[in-house]
């Protein structure tokens, strides 16, 4: 390793979503503003407050697995491997020529197996007590078997960890895979997150917290960031993968560079288990933090993707953290595809991270749909992309994530630009 940080590009992606399980149908969707919020069908939601969610539709696991294989996963483990395929297949990675010793796996999930343990406890008390505990139990439930999995499926032995830190899960997993490879730890690293929470546990609990919109007569417009009349935001599920590479390894190999990370910020809000610091002092210092780490002045960024759940507090926070650090942002374009989306918690940084991704290669920026009345000063402070992609040519995007706790994680991409080489 020399003391001279690596170049850090994505060469591969993949996605499982209440809108798409690819890539390109998650992108053709968000373009075209489409709504994945419905009614919920996993459980009966007769006594719940909030009876709808983002689900994800056509999923097939023995697409992924063999048939006897599918009952060792949880959910959001099978997610996280469908995502991880197709990364691995559009980074066109044959790991047979490459050093799997240089190859590690990085995975973030919030909540980990929630379904296996909700139902493994329900058949304990059903059951007298009888200890008859699937043999599969804890490690279908523990957060970090992705990771495992994933590194075990293409026989890569690099670094390989998970992270958790809630909301913001995936896009520390994220942030910490370009660290590794920028530090010379590793020359590729698969990474992202995936979350299987749409159950009676997750809905009640977050209903509870009143953190979940229950606006049941109208599901598919109840999540509208920054709108005056936003209640909450709306569960969603899925998962999101990237391999990060440096820009070494994938110029050696000839690979397809999709985009560039430019810089990684974290911080802490230090002030409650669940609410936002009212003034986004977590926000503020984890956008700061990435700026300076990507080397650019805040007028740079054309693009943000923002956190903003559809939570009054949250999006409340977000925007004065913004204004902070922007200034002047109307020329900014700022968007949430949790509208269109829903709230995928520990998976919503790594979508989030693929969405803005192809805004910068694409140069399309993604609305927000929904949101009809967008509160007064935002509207004159801010442009919210609000119900319409919008065309722009974006350079340097940067994709938000905080999480309860107060975890904070913030990442910029960028245009990749071979001719820098040249420069250099």
């Avoid at 075209?32 to 709808?52: A, E, H, Y």
């Avoid at 949880?74 to 991880?84: E, H, W």
């Avoid at 994938?250 to 911080?267: F, P, V, W, Y």
């Avoid at 507090?313 to 900014?332: N, W, Y």
Wanted: include cysteine; proline fraction near 3%.
């Amino acid at each position: 390793m020399t003391n001279k940080l690596k170049r850090v590009v994505i060469t591969g992606m993949g996605a499982i979503t209440p809108i798409g399980n690819s890539v390109d149908e998650l992108w053709g969707n968000i373009v075209l503003g489409k709504n994945g919020v419905d009614m919920i069908t996993k459980f009966d939601t007769s006594n719940f407050k909030t009876k709808f969610a983002a689900e994800v539709k056509g999923f097939i696991a023995t697409d992924y697995f063999k048939k006897s294989e599918v009952r060792k996963y949880d959910l959001f483990t099978q997610y996280a491997v469908a995502a991880a395929d197709e990364a691995v297949k559009n980074a066109n990675l044959k790991f047979e020529n490459l050093n799997a010793n240089r190859i590690g796996v990085i995975w973030g999930s919030g909540n980990g197996g929630m379904m296996t343990m909700q139902n493994e406890v329900e058949n304990f008390f059903k059951g007298n007590k009888s200890p008859r505990f699937n043999p599969h139990f804890i490690s279908k439930t523990i957060a970090d078997i992705p990771s495992g999995v994933i590194s075990i499926r293409y026989g890569l032995r690099g670094l390989n960890f998970s992270t958790v830190s809630a909301c913001a899960s995936s896009n520390t997993a994220i942030c910490d895979a370009f660290n590794y490879i920028r530090w010379g730890k590793a020359d590729i690293i698969i990474t992202g997150g995936s979350e299987a929470a749409i159950n009676e546990s997750c809905i009640g609990g977050f209903n509870a917290a009143r953190a979940l919109s229950t606006n049941n007569e109208n599901p598919q417009t109840a999540c509208k960031p920054f709108d005056i009349t936003r209640d909450g935001f709306v569960l969603g599920e899925g998962a999101g993968a990237l391999v990060l590479e440096s820009l070494d390894s994938a110029l050696s190999r000839g690979a397809n560079i999709i985009a560039e990370m430019a810089g990684a910020g974290m911080a802490a809000d230090a002030y409650h288990l669940t609410s936002s610091h009212p003034q986004g002092e977590g926000a503020y210092l984890g956008m700061l933090d990435a700026l300076n780490d990507a080397e650019i002045e805040a007028s740079e960024i054309d693009y943000i993707n923002a956190h903003a759940t559809s939570t009054t507090l949250g999006d409340d926070s977000e925007m004065k953290a913004i204004m902070r650090v922007f200034h002047q942002p109307k020329t900014l374009h700022i968007s949430s595809t949790k509208s269109m989306t829903g709230h995928l918690l520990g998976a919503a940084g790594a979508v989030e991270a693929i969405i803005t991704t192809k805004a910068i290669q694409k140069n399309v920026v993604p609305p927000t749909i929904n949101t009809t009345e967008v509160v007064p000063e935002w509207k004159e402070q801010f442009n919210l992309t609000i119900q319409k992609a919008q065309a722009k040519n974006i350079t340097y995007a940067m994709s938000n994530t905080f999480g309860f706790g107060g975890h904070i994680a913030t990442a910029i991409f960028k245009k990749y630009d071979p001719n820098e080489l040249l420069l250099k």
